[in-house]
């Protein structure tokens, strides 16, 4: 029998130790986990079956096909695309915001920062721009849009284990706008927004980094074949349903069949990344943090806390509507700011359905409104969105330290928008 005070006084310490940061969040997870195996009576085989190795899948998939993509000089390709298009730096700046939230689209949020961080930061520092703002910018946009469809970041992900999402029920769901589509319209509203009160104060000349002549050029048929196995793996994903098999075998044998054509390719004298180069650029300590947040869940829902939760909320979660709808979007999108916002929204995931199950009532607009307020929540604070720690630790590589006055000024702008502006586009399509 697992002991419910037990379980919750571990995970909340846990969560605790998590967001204070002072040691590594994996190694505090995977303590909390143990402490909830010895002292809350979790068994260790619960805690296992507790994680959605689908989800995992998912994530090491895409890794591996976007660690092909980086090693073939995307960022670079990625910046000669714009520089042939822009002469002005702040416009510059923004086509990048732009790239970077979309391609979160498919590739994990921290990954992009590190695609394209390193590119702006140089550029702000050859054009006299603001490199903190630069940095951070990207690292919002990244977080921004990693919702909008299956495969970006863990929210969307967690959505297809908790309520069986989809890869089309984030573009249009219960005959409605979804994801995409709804988040795509605030990040373009936000964007517009920042450049309005940030960018345009800085320079105007583009002057850009060198990119390595040969990076692109040399590795154009290993980007080519990169982005053609990406390509056939997110149109795999849109027809899982017809293919019947789990999405984290999609990608892995996306992956395989990538990994499969460069290793034969590089016997052939080809100059191309071993595999096992590729797997040193996957992110290990992620996807057992990710694992491990699954496993600490689920002692709570072992042991009935979640049980009882939702049973306190099933009246909230019956009633629906513009109130339910309002208070589950706000209290979770402030909650994000301070919290993790992965563990967040998985435990909250897990309480609405149950709720919902409970009351006999279609969690969707609920469901929508706490991935999305996590989301964009989570940009307020270092906290609550690893990837912006990421942005933050790059910039002081650079010689650039962004003061805590400096990043709230603007990830407490940029955050607060995207609520207000998604909630009262979101609003009338699924709260009422």
Same mark, same amino acid.
């Given at each position: 029998?697992?002991?419910?005070?037990?379980?919750?006084?571990?995970?909340?310490?846990?969560?605790?130790?998590?967001?204070?940061?002072?040691?590594?969040?994996?190694?505090?997870?995977?303590?909390?986990?143990?402490?909830?195996?010895?002292?809350?009576?979790?068994?260790?085989?619960?805690?296992?079956?507790?994680?959605?190795?689908? @989800? #995992?899948?998912? %994530?090491?998939? =895409?890794?591996?096909?976007? /660690?092909?993509? !980086?090693? $073939?000089?995307?960022?670079? *390709? &990625?910046?000669?695309?714009?520089?042939?298009?822009?002469?002005?730096?702040?416009?510059?700046?923004?086509?990048?915001?732009?790239?970077?939230?979309?391609?979160?689209?498919?590739?994990?949020?921290?990954? @992009? #920062?590190?695609? %394209?961080?390193? =590119?702006?930061?140089?550029? /702000?520092?050859? !054009?006299? $721009?603001?490199?903190?703002? *630069? &940095?951070?910018?990207?690292?919002?946009?990244?977080?921004?849009?990693?919702?909008?469809?299956?495969?970006?970041?863990?929210?969307?992900?967690?959505?297809?284990?908790?309520?069986?999402?989809?890869?089309?029920?984030?573009?249009?769901?219960?005959?409605?706008?979804?994801?995409?589509?709804?988040?795509?319209?605030?990040?373009?509203?936000?964007?517009?927004?920042?450049?309005?009160?940030?960018?345009?104060?800085?320079?105007?000349?583009?002057?850009?980094?060198?990119?390595?002549?040969?990076?692109?050029?040399?590795?154009?048929?290993?980007?080519?074949?990169?982005?053609?196995?990406?390509?056939?793996?997110?149109?795999?994903?849109?027809?899982?349903?017809?293919?019947?098999?789990?999405?984290?075998?999609?990608?892995?044998?996306?992956?395989?069949?990538?990994?499969?054509?460069?290793?034969?390719?590089?016997?052939?004298?080809?100059?191309?990344?071993?595999?096992?180069?590729?797997?040193?650029?996957?992110?290990?300590?992620?996807?057992?943090?990710?694992?491990?947040?699954?496993?600490?869940?689920?002692?709570?829902?072992?042991?009935?806390?979640?049980?009882?939760?939702?049973?306190?909320?099933?009246?909230?979660?019956?009633?629906?509507?513009?109130?339910?709808?309002?208070?589950?979007?706000?209290?979770?999108?402030?909650?994000?700011?301070?919290?993790?916002?992965?563990?967040?929204?998985?435990?909250?995931?897990?309480?609405?359905?149950?709720?919902?199950?409970?009351?006999?009532?279609?969690?969707?607009?609920?469901?929508?409104?706490?991935?999305?307020?996590?989301?964009?929540?989570?940009?307020?604070?270092?906290?609550?969105?690893?990837?912006?720690?990421?942005?933050?630790?790059?910039?002081?590589?650079?010689?650039?330290?962004?003061?805590?006055?400096?990043?709230?000024?603007?990830?407490?702008?940029?955050?607060?928008?995207?609520?207000?502006?998604?909630?009262?586009?979101?609003?009338?399509?699924?709260?009422?």
């Amino acid at each position: 029998m697992v002991s419910e005070a037990l379980s919750l006084l571990v995970f909340l310490a846990t969560i605790v130790a998590i967001n204070a940061r002072i040691i590594d969040e994996t190694v505090v997870a995977l303590v909390g986990l143990t402490a909830m195996v010895v002292l809350a009576g979790y068994r260790p085989d619960d805690a296992f079956h507790a994680v959605d190795w689908n @989800v #995992i899948m998912i %994530l090491l998939g =895409m890794w591996m096909i976007t /660690a092909y993509l !980086n090693r $073939a000089g995307f960022s670079e *390709a &990625v910046v000669r695309f714009v520089s042939r298009r822009v002469r002005d730096y702040r416009l510059f700046l923004v086509y990048l915001m732009l790239i970077a939230g979309f391609i979160s689209m498919f590739v994990d949020n921290v990954l @992009v #920062i590190l695609l %394209l961080g390193s =590119m702006v930061i140089e550029a /702000a520092r050859r !054009n006299g $721009a603001n490199i903190g703002l *630069a &940095v951070l910018m990207i690292g919002f946009s990244a977080n921004f849009m990693g919702t909008a469809l299956l495969m970006g970041d863990l929210p969307p992900q967690l959505l297809h284990s908790v309520a069986g999402a989809e890869f089309l029920d984030f573009i249009w769901s219960r005959g409605k706008p979804s994801s995409f589509p709804l988040l795509t319209i605030t990040f373009l509203a936000v964007t517009g927004l920042m450049y309005f009160l940030f960018i345009r104060r800085e320079p105007s000349m583009l002057q850009l980094p060198e990119t390595s002549s040969s990076g692109v050029g040399a590795d154009r048929r290993l980007l080519n074949i990169s982005v053609f196995f990406f390509a056939a793996t997110v149109a795999a994903m849109a027809l899982r349903p017809l293919l019947g098999v789990p999405l984290g075998f999609i990608t892995i044998a996306g992956a395989s069949l990538l990994a499969l054509t460069v290793e034969v390719w590089r016997r052939l004298g080809g100059r191309v990344p071993s595999f096992e180069e590729i797997i040193g650029d996957v992110e290990w300590r992620a996807l057992m943090f990710y694992a491990l947040l699954f496993s600490l869940v689920g002692g709570l829902e072992e042991s009935g806390v979640l049980r009882r939760a939702a049973e306190h909320l099933q009246p909230y979660v019956q009633a629906g509507g513009v109130a339910a709808y309002t208070v589950f979007y706000w209290v979770t999108g402030l909650l994000s700011t301070m919290i993790e916002h992965d563990a967040l929204l998985l435990t909250f995931l897990y309480i609405v359905r149950n709720a919902a199950n409970l009351a006999g009532v279609d969690a969707w607009p609920l469901y929508w409104a706490m991935a999305w307020a996590a989301t964009l929540g989570s940009n307020a604070t270092i906290v609550a969105a690893p990837a912006l720690y990421v942005a933050v630790t790059m910039a002081e590589k650079a010689g650039h330290r962004i003061s805590p006055r400096e990043f709230l000024r603007y990830s407490l702008t940029y955050a607060t928008a995207s609520l207000v502006i998604h909630y009262l586009l979101t609003l009338p399509l699924w709260g009422t």
